[in-house]
Every structure is written in structure tokens, then in C-alpha cells.
T-cell receptor, first 110, second 115 residues
Framework: GQQLNQSPQSMFIQEGEDVSMNCTSSSIFNTWLWYKQEPGEGPVLLIA?????ELTSNGRLTAQFGITRKDSFLNISASIPSDVGIYFCAGHNAGNMLTFGGGTRLMVKP | EPEVTQTPSHQVTQMGQEVILRCVPI?????FYWYRQILGQKVEFLVSFYNNEISEKSEIFDDQFSVERPDGSNFTLKIRSTKLEDSAMYFC?????????????FGPGTRLTVT
């Protein structure tokens, strides 16, 4: 099946710093989505990307759909303690299923 | 803001027992999904459901699993004879086909522990 490789696996940063994480795939996806998961909760949709090259922002979050359709990145600017969580990329191609990456665990030091 | 709800939040069961996990999707959504997440691992697709039938399922969704929409609001996942390796978080999700159906909204999950 399709595999999404997400990096880094974890990040420990200082409050106020910018964060960047990315997701790559060996195959093409038509849609990329970014989710955040906090402990004991389900993934919450942050950003959805539909076109190659698309750059979309949601507050301090910015995500881009790679031009090759095989990658995406998520940036968080000026991190705050409540940004703590696990960030997952997910790709959609045909059918209904989402394929998830392994997640990036973000820890923010106040 | 409408949200997906799931019950129970935590279910403990003995190996070989049947369990039913329940979900109430967002009310105007028509696509429903189950995913699972083994502790520390990625979220994995199990099954999608539309128009009262399974539209897609993964290799994980074998004969031990079944889904049902018993009424206009609930969506259930049944595991007939649980195994130790079924221990995981199970997430229900739903999406609106009139929008972009792959924007799937997840519930808070049910933690299933099989002993």
C-alpha cells in the first residue's frame, strides 16, 4: 500500500520558535491534509490542500502541497505551548480512505 | 460546532468476547469511517460506509469486523471475537459528500483494551 514518511519524528522547541515538518510519499496523492492529535483525543483537521503547488494558511499554520504531488510541508510560526501535540499528514487518492503518516510529536518549552 | 461523538470512551473486554463500539457522526454527513490507532503507531483505515453499505475496506477489516447503521444517527463497529492485538484506539469519522468528502472529521475515540 501507499506509505507516507513524515519527519521529523519529534521536535522539542522553545516557545516563539517557528516549526517545520514534512511528509513525503513514493506515490502521488490528489489531496493532502494535516491533522493535530492531542493526548486522549481524535485527530483534528487543520488544513486541507487540493492542488499541486497550493499554499494555504490557517492562522499561524501554513501548509503547501508539493508540485510533484508527492510531498507536503506544514509550518507553524511563533509556537506557543498549546501547539503541543502530534501532527499527522494524511493523503487521499482514490476511494474513501486516508493514508496517514507516522506523525511528528511537537513539544514546546515555555 | 457539530462534532462526532463516540461511546464508550474506554472499553475493557476479555479475549474472545464481542464488543460494539458506537459513534454518532455529524448529522448532515453521509460518509462514515472507522480507523484504528495501535498505541504509538499511525492511524490506519479500517472501513468506509455510504448509503447503507461498505464502500471500501482495508486488509485489517476481516470477517471478525462488521459495521452497521442501525438508525438515522448511530454508526457501530462490531468485533465478534476480540483478540489481544485488537487493543487500540478506534476512531469514527464522517464527511460530507456535498463538500469535499475526504475532509474527514474524527471523533475522540474509544480505547479498546483486550485482556
Amino acid at each position: 500500500g501507499q506509505q507516507l514518511n513524515q519527519s521529523p519524528q519529534s521536535m522539542f522547541i522553545q516557545e516563539g520558535e517557528d516549526v517545520s515538518m514534512n511528509c513525503t510519499s513514493s506515490s502521488i496523492f490528489n489531496t493532502w491534509l494535516w491533522y493535530k492529535q492531542e493526548p486522549g483525543e481524535g485527530p483534528v483537521l487543520l488544513i486541507a490542500l487540493y492542488k499541486a503547488g497550493e499554499l494555504t494558511s490557517n492562522g499561524r499554520l501554513t501548509a503547501q502541497f508539493g508540485i510533484t504531488r508527492k510531498d507536503s510541508f506544514l509550518n507553524i510560526s511563533a509556537s506557543i505551548p498549546s501547539d503541543v501535540g502530534i501532527y499527522f499528514c494524511a493523503g487521499h487518492n482514490a476511494g474513501n480512505m486516508l493514508t496517514f503518516g507516522g506523525g511528528t510529536r511537537l513539544m514546546v518549552k515555555p | 460546532e457539530p462534532e462526532v461523538t463516540q461511546t464508550p470512551s474506554h472499553q475493557v473486554t476479555q479475549m474472545g468476547q464481542e464488543v460494539i463500539l458506537r459513534c454518532v457522526p455529524i448529522s448532515n454527513h453521509l460518509y462514515f469511517y472507522w480507523y484504528r490507532q495501535i498505541l504509538g503507531q499511525k492511524v490506519e483505515f479500517l472501513v468506509s460506509f455510504y448509503n447503507n453499505e461498505i464502500s471500501e475496506k482495508s486488509e485489517i477489516f476481516d470477517d471478525q469486523f462488521s459495521v452497521e447503521r442501525p438508525d438515522g444517527s448511530n454508526f457501530t463497529l462490531k468485533i465478534r471475537s476480540t483478540k489481544l492485538e485488537d487493543s487500540a484506539m478506534y476512531f469514527c469519522a464522517s464527511s460530507d459528500p456535498r463538500g469535499l468528502f475526504h475532509e474527514q472529521y474524527f471523533g475522540p475515540g474509544t480505547r479498546l483494551t483486550v485482556t
